[in-house]
T-cell receptor, first 112, second 114 residues
Framework: DAKTTQPDSMESTEGETVHLPCSHA???????IYWYRQVPLQGPEYVTH???QNTTNSMAFLAIASDRKSSTLILPHVSLRDAAVYHC?????????????FGKGTSLTVIP | DPKIIQKPKYLVAVTGSEKILICEQY?????MYWYRQSAKKPLEFMFS???????DNQTASSRFQPQSSKKNHLDLQITALKPDDSATYFC?????????????FGSGTRLLVI
């Protein structure tokens, strides 16, 4: 069961900064927040993940609310290549057999 | 070079037949997984393996049987195929079943059952 809520779709213009929201009101203390993205005809691609602190890498910045009930994936200066479905997923890292349960995600359209 | 190879890329099968989907990973990972994505539905977890041992099975039907002949192989045998089995099947791997940032997906096998 997907334990996250995301908007079905969002639209942005090339060069803008995009904020993709995710709500996870029932998150447990040991659950990590993962973001993956998927383009048509490809498998999902890892974007970033975090537990409590904001994180940043070459792809995105992940802002996690202080109560951890929501997070926002921030994509700076989006390009056409960033158009994809973005999935926000919760996953426990230190127990066995936990696997990713995907929802529908947010379909990001980037306009030239 | 692709790190996870799935073969074939496309597959058409007749109802009632049996097919094997191939997955090989060259990442040195010890855990491998199968997911399924039907048209307009979310990606659905099916199986997880660690060191060639089944760890989790979320697939109700016994018609789906993973097979691991080598540590870096996890094939998926599907018997008595039905049109509802039509989907894209993704293989994935990670260093171990707890490591997540290196969780990598293949590009999928698109199965059509007619």
């Amino acid at each position: 069961d997907a334990k996250t809520t995301q908007p079905d779709s969002m639209e942005s213009t090339e060069g803008e900064t995009v904020h993709l929201p995710c709500s996870h009101a029932t998150i447990s203390g040991n659950e990590y927040i993962y973001w993956y993205r998927q383009v048509p005809l490809q498998g999902p691609e890892y974007v970033t993940h975090g537990l409590q602190q904001n994180t940043t890498n070459s792809m995105a910045f992940l802002a996690i609310a202080s109560d951890r009930k929501s997070s926002t994936l921030i994509l700076p200066h989006v390009s056409l290549r960033d158009a994809a479905v973005y999935h926000c997923i919760l996953s426990t890292s230190n127990t066995g057999y936990q696997n990713f349960y995907f929802g529908k995600g947010t379909s990001l359209t980037v306009i030239p | 070079d692709p790190k996870i190879i799935q073969k074939p890329k496309y597959l058409v099968a007749v109802t009632g037949s049996e097919k094997i989907l191939i997955c090989e990973q060259y990442l040195g990972h010890n855990a491998m997984y199968w997911y399924r994505q039907s048209a307009k539905k979310p990606l659905e977890f099916m199986f997880s393996y660690s060191y060639q041992k089944l760890m989790d099975n979320q697939t109700a039907s016994s018609r789906f049987q993973p097979q691991s002949s080598k540590k870096n192989h996890l094939d998926l045998q599907i018997t008595a195929l039905k049109p509802d089995d039509s989907a894209t099947y993704f293989c994935a791997s990670s260093q171990d079943y707890r490591a997540r940032s290196d969780y990598t997906f293949g590009s999928g096998t698109r199965l059509l059952v007619i």
